[in-house]
C-alpha cells in the first residue's frame, strides 16, 4: 500500500512539473515570437528611414525645417521644399508608427510611446497637408491618436497651432 501511495504522488508531482514546463514553454513561444516580429519591423522601418533621411542630411533641408518649424515660415511649403519635407516627413512618420507598433506589442513602456504619440499629433495637420494619411495607412494609430488630441491631458505644441492658423487663412 505504501509503494502505492509513494508511486501517486511521484506521478501526481511529475504531471505537475510537466504542466509547468509546458506553461513555461508556451510563454517563451510567444515572447521570442513578439521580439521575432518586432526586429523584422525594426529592420524594415531602419530601411525606410535611411532611405527617406538620405534627404533630410544635406544643409539645405536642415536650413527648409529650421525655416518651417522652428519660424513658421510656412510659405516655403511648395515645390521641392514640399517635397523634401515630405520625405523626411514620410521617414518620421514609419519611426512613430513603429513605435505604436512596439507599445502595442508589449515591448516598450508607456513613457516613451507617450512622447511619441504626442509628437505624432502634433503631426497630424502637417502630414495632412502634405497628403500622408494616417487613416489609410494605419487605422489603429490614427483613431489612437484622435483620441490622444480630443483627450484633456494633450497640449499641442505651438507649432502645430501657428501651422493650423497658417492653413486656414489660405483658405
Keep these: 500500500m505504501q509503494s502505492n501511495n509513494v508511486l501517486t504522488v511521484t506521478t501526481a508531482v511529475?504531471?505537475?512539473?510537466?504542466?509547468?514546463?509546458?506553461v513555461f514553454l508556451?510563454?517563451?513561444?510567444?515572447?521570442?515570437?513578439?521580439?521575432?516580429?518586432?526586429?523584422?519591423?525594426?529592420?524594415?522601418v531602419s530601411g525606410l528611414i535611411e532611405q527617406f533621411s538620405s534627404n533630410a542630411r544635406d544643409g539645405?533641408?536642415?536650413?527648409?525645417?529650421?525655416?518651417?518649424f522652428i519660424e513658421g515660415q510656412f510659405d516655403l511649403l511648395k515645390g521641392t521644399n514640399k517635397a523634401k519635407l515630405y520625405q523626411f516627413e514620410i521617414a518620421r512618420f514609419h519611426r512613430l508608427?513603429?513605435?505604436?507598433?512596439?507599445?502595442?506589442?508589449?515591448l516598450?513602456?508607456?513613457?516613451?510611446?507617450?512622447?511619441?504619440?504626442e509628437r505624432a499629433?502634433?503631426?497630424?495637420?502637417?502630414?495632412?497637408?502634405?497628403?500622408?494619411?494616417?487613416?489609410?495607412?494605419?487605422?489603429?494609430?490614427?483613431?489612437?491618436?484622435?483620441e490622444l488630441i480630443e483627450s484633456s491631458d494633450y497640449n499641442p505644441s505651438d507649432w502645430r497651432?501657428?501651422?493650423?492658423?497658417?492653413?486656414?487663412?489660405r483658405g
Design 121 to 146: 499629433a502634433n503631426r497630424l495637420p502637417f502630414w495632412e497637408f502634405l497628403k500622408i494619411s494616417v487613416s489609410t495607412r494605419n487605422e489603429d494609430l490614427a483613431r489612437d491618436l484622435e
Design 60 to 68: 539645405v533641408l536642415s536650413d527648409l525645417y529650421y525655416d518651417v
Design 26 to 44: 508556451i510563454f517563451e513561444l510567444k515572447q521570442n515570437s513578439s521580439i521575432a516580429k518586432s526586429q523584422i519591423r525594426q529592420e524594415r
Design 97 to 106: 508608427e513603429d513605435v505604436y507598433f512596439q507599445y502595442s506589442s508589449g
Design 14 to 22: 511529475g504531471n505537475a512539473a510537466l504542466l509547468a514546463g509546458l
Design 161 to 169: 497651432k501657428k501651422f493650423i492658423a497658417w492653413e486656414k487663412s
Design 108 to 117: 516598450i513602456d508607456y513613457q516613451p510611446y507617450r512622447f511619441s504619440m
